[in-house]
């Protein structure tokens, strides 16, 4: 597995004080993308939670995923959430260390008083002292909360003082992007009152045996359990994932669940899901893998559109778009790229792959954000991309969908509406229930390549 370290520096630890009768929030930033370019500190915001308890709770939420491995729990995690500012609304983020659980807390307008909301994305210093100290917030405390570093530290401190190294594995990175790809294809499917949100969610069963649901539908207001993927349910492997909404639990007014369509006698194939505990003024969101054992990374959602050259130059011009805008409009950036709205959502994708992109299921759009990592490696060290590559760059596949493998073996692509499927083991076993497998991802080259020879031999012929 393919990893580097991460090194994140901080002019001080972030940390919680009281100061003139009021408690006063500073949470330090990290080198991040601005409007303006790189920065080493960006300063977010500076100005006064509405809700001081709900957006502590919030907070703890995220950067318990940030920190916590469901799968092989004893190998411990510590990547620190990331925050973004999008002119109205903050937004922070985290990805579990097991690569199953996306959470997101989005403090909204109503949220925020007294303050403007920057523009750029970073890292945040959740510590554990912190950590501690906002768990004791209490629900008429006046919380001041700073996201960058104040002025006087910018001029008077030499260098950082607090850094951290993490390791970061590419199928962490790949996580991360392909979390957003598949909830582009989630709708509402429940909303649940507080009290039945509350009631459900205590009665989940802590670990992942035997008792666990894998299913739950709609019904009456609630969700009941069910075994089979009937139209309308949504996925609940591993429900013990969810445990970080107990954080927010109490200040819930609603539950939310996202799920993609489950068509009639599609069997029980686990998918993803997302959970969405509405609070005052903002939003907490837990997207979970179609297994606890199963990352996001394997997912495959985003390989159709690295695999090609056209999504590769859309993605370039719409990335100078994007304008940090909290709400990305797929038909006003179809407008002022001139593209048409399938190749816009075709680069949106390839964005999201590179931590340029992320997909809030409330609003059903994207948003834009800079993830600070190294994420063009998502698509270098991608395996079956890179096979994929491989057979084409060899010869070994036809326009007619016939592929040779690198051991000689014949494999046959077919195209049934649209979809490819193919002879091999891969297929066989997840029916694209993951992605294309390498040979469909090389014929889908192939294809496209011999269409766009096609296209220039009639433009250079003088037939359009």
Not at 305 to 325: F, G, K, N, P, R
């Amino acid at each position: 597995m393919t990893r580097s370290l991460q090194a994140v520096a901080y002019r001080r630890p972030s940390v919680l004080e009281s100061a003139a009768g009021s408690q006063r929030l500073g949470l330090e930033t990290s080198r991040g993308a601005t409007p303006s370019g790189a920065e080493d500190h960006p300063r977010f915001f500076a100005g006064f939670l509405t809700s001081p308890q709900v957006a502590s709770a919030g907070l703890l939420a995220v950067a318990d995923v940030a920190a916590a491995r469901y799968f092989q729990p004893q190998l411990r995690a510590s990547l620190d959430p990331v925050v973004t500012g999008n002119g109205d609304r903050l937004r922070f983020e985290s990805f579990s260390g097991c690569g199953g659980v996306y959470a997101r807390l989005d403090v909204l307008a109503p949220g925020l008083d007294g303050g403007e909301v920057g523009h750029g994305t970073t890292n945040v210093d959740v510590n554990n002292p912190l950590r501690e100290a906002l768990s004791r917030i209490g629900a008429d405390d006046p919380l001041h909360l700073r996201v960058g570093p104040e002025e006087l530290a910018v001029t008077t401190l030499d260098g950082p003082v607090v850094e951290k190294k993490v390791p970061l594995p590419d199928r962490w990175l790949r996580g991360f992007a392909e979390a957003q790809v598949i909830a582009a294809g989630f709708d509402l499917r429940a909303e649940l009152p507080a009290a039945e949100a509350v009631r459900f969610l205590r009665a989940l069963p802590r670990g992942g045996g035997r008792g666990a649901p894998r299913w739950v539908v709609p019904a009456g207001g609630t969700l009941r359990p069910t075994t089979r993927a009937v139209p309308g349910a949504v996925c609940l492997p591993g429900p013990e994932r969810l445990v970080a909404l107990q954080r927010v639990l109490r200040h819930a007014t609603a539950l939310r669940v996202y799920g993609p369509a489950v068509a009639p006698g599609s069997g029980s194939a686990a998918t993803a899901g997302a959970w969405e505990a509405v609070l005052p003024g903002m939003r907490l969101t837990l997207t979970l893998s179609p297994d606890a054992s199963r990352g996001f990374s394997g997912e495959g959602g985003v390989l159709d559109a690295l695999a090609t050259d056209e999504a590769a130059e859309d993605a370039e011009l719409i990335s100078v778009l994007l304008a940090w805008e909290p709400r990305v409009d797929v038909a006003d950036l179809a407008a002022a790229a001139g593209l048409t709205a399938d190749r816009v959502r075709a680069a949106l994708v390839r964005l999201g792959t590179s931590g340029r992109v992320g997909y809030d299921t409330a609003e059903a759009a994207y948003f834009h954000r800079e993830l600070p990592y190294d994420a063009e490696r998502v698509e270098r060290h991608n395996p079956r991309l890179r096979s994929a590559r491989a057979l084409v760059a060899a010869g070994a596949v036809a326009l007619d969908g016939t592929v040779t493998a690198e051991d000689g073996h014949v494999h046959r692509v077919r195209d049934e509406a649209g979809v490819l499927s193919c002879s091999c083991l891969w297929w066989a076993k997840y029916r694209g229930g993951r992605g294309p497998c390498k040979h469909a991802l090389a014929v889908r080259m192939v294809r496209r390549g011999a269409a766009v020879e096609r296209e220039t031999v009639r433009v250079d012929g003088g037939v359009r």
